[in-house]
């Protein structure tokens, strides 16, 4: 574990939560995980084992299962590098124990005094330090960390896992919508991030694009003044879709009508939505805001008609 020498360009330089498995609506739990992410970001040293990869790296966090997912991404294109499932099984007492000695931590701190409060303090390092040290062995031959790393990892996966939407979307009796545009950057990730907003828990809704795109500063700043935290959205291709059946595949562009026919989807419903691109527009700073706020109005207004039939009838696909 020690032997890999680490470049400069080895860390991570984005994380982000898949909004599917990953679910939570309290801003206060949303705040903790920001406050992981950047723990995390501010310093690592982390490098995919055996493949060849020059960094920086973005990481895409899902919970399948009892495993979390670290997947690893070029942060420019969100191409896939390498991806990883890592069982939670081992880290169970850990994870209970993180838990349980955080909650004496802020007690300590609120009315003890120092000497207990360090006394606290030694038992919280120690668990992080034994967690980091299972994480680095756990992770050997698969990616390469270091023990600081390491403990940010486990802090994050900590934030995250109570909160995993562990649905098997194979036997899931809720309804599937797939929302797909040109490059999964602006106009199907909204519209998706709208439905499981606007249903929570009743149905289960993914975005893909013809190809992969960026990460949007636009669609962060319009979606964040609803409440919906896009900074945790990786743009997928149709090739990643390992799902093939769909209530509901909603298209947004004319190529993702021709990519959708080639693919040879299982499909209940298929629906083209002609809606603007605001990457279109241009102008200053307030100009393209007002172009994609108009975006997520038009589309939040679609969804919920739209789907409320599909929420009330359920999956006919199953």
């Not at 995980?33 to 040293?45: F, G, K, P, S, V």
């Amino acid at each position: 574990m020690g032997g890999y020498a680490f470049k400069k360009t080895d860390k991570i330089v984005t994380v982000t939560l898949d909004p599917n498995t990953i679910t939570s609506i309290n801003p206060d739990e949303v705040h903790e995980w920001r406050i992981a992410i950047y723990d995390l970001l501010e310093t690592n040293r982390f490098a995919p084992a055996r493949v060849t990869s020059t960094g920086p790296y973005a990481l895409h966090v899902s919970i399948v299962g009892n495993s979390i997912v670290l997947d690893v991404r070029d942060p420019n294109t969100f191409q896939p590098i390498a991806a990883h499932y890592l069982s939670l099984t081992p880290f169970r007492r850990l994870i209970r124990d993180y838990f349980r000695i955080r909650e004496s931590y802020y007690e300590a701190i609120r009315a003890a005094q120092p000497y207990q409060i360090e006394t606290v303090d030694m038992a919280r390092r120690g668990i992080h330090n034994e967690a980091a040290e299972l994480l680095r062995t756990r992770l050997v031959n698969k990616l390469h960390i270091d023990l600081n790393t390491a403990r940010r990892l486990f802090t994050l996966i900590c934030a995250v896992q109570p909160y995993a939407s562990r649905i098997d979307e194979r036997a899931s009796a809720l309804p599937t919508v797939l929302f797909v545009c040109s490059m999964n950057s602006v106009r199907s990730p909204i519209a998706a991030a709208l439905a499981r907003q606007t249903f929570p828990g009743r149905l289960i809704s993914r975005s893909v694009g013809v190809a992969g795109g960026k990460a949007d500063s636009f669609v962060h700043d319009v979606m964040e003044e609803i409440g919906i935290d896009m900074s945790v959205h990786t743009p997928h291709t149709m090739d990643e879709l390992i799902a093939t059946r769909f209530d509901l595949v909603v298209t947004l562009s004319d190529d993702a009508r021709e990519a959708v026919e080639r693919k040879g989807l299982e499909i209940g419903a298929i629906e083209h939505w002609p809606v603007a691109d605001p990457t279109l527009v241009h102008g200053n700073r307030d100009t393209i805001l007002n172009a994609y706020r108009a975006l997520r109005d038009d589309l939040r207004q679609r969804v919920r008609a739209r789907l409320e039939t599909l929420v009330s009838s359920g999956s006919q696909t199953t």
